[in-house]
């Protein structure tokens, strides 16, 4: 009878799980939306800019409208006392993603440039130095541009 009882008392939390519905917030950017990544929650928003703080000391800041050339764009942080420590191209899913990665005053900052659906976003993603900048396919910058919509 117990056994019977432990196995109703399972078989009952596994419907229970299997028809509750997973949360991920949602943050609106312009006129498109994203899954915020697990462990960061949304600090503030305007009409065009959302920011994220992370559990880690990490930030990301969602900008999606007007954007300068990426040659015009960095030539500003680098005037701005950025120092450009590395750049590359790459696709995401179909999407061509610019990341340049700057320091200054103790920052890193990964900044993403791309255009998916016809809009332009930019994405910076701010570490603490010495914190490393993850790989694409575990940096919480990739799970946006996939979910923007």
Request: hydrophobic share 30%; net charge negative; with cysteine.
């Amino acid at each position: 009878m117990k056994t019977k009882s432990i196995f109703l008392v399972l078989l009952m939390t596994l419907t229970l799980f299997s028809i509750t519905a997973i949360y991920a917030e949602e943050a609106t950017v312009g006129d498109s939306t994203f899954t915020v990544p697990d462990g960061f929650s949304i600090n503030e928003t305007t009409d065009n800019t959302v920011t994220l703080t992370g559990n880690d000391n990490t930030a990301i800041a969602i900008y999606s409208g007007d954007t300068k050339s990426i040659e015009d764009a960095r030539q500003s942080r680098l005037d701005a006392g950025f120092t450009l420590s590395g750049e590359e191209t790459y696709d995401v899913n179909g999407i061509e993603v610019n990341q340049q990665n700057y320091n200054k005053d103790g920052i890193n900052s990964c900044v993403y440039t791309f255009n998916k659906n016809g809009k332009d976003y930019i994405i910076s993603y701010n570490l603490v130095e010495g914190q490393d900048i993850p790989s694409n396919e575990d940096n919480p910058v990739t799970e946006i541009v996939n979910s923007l919509n």
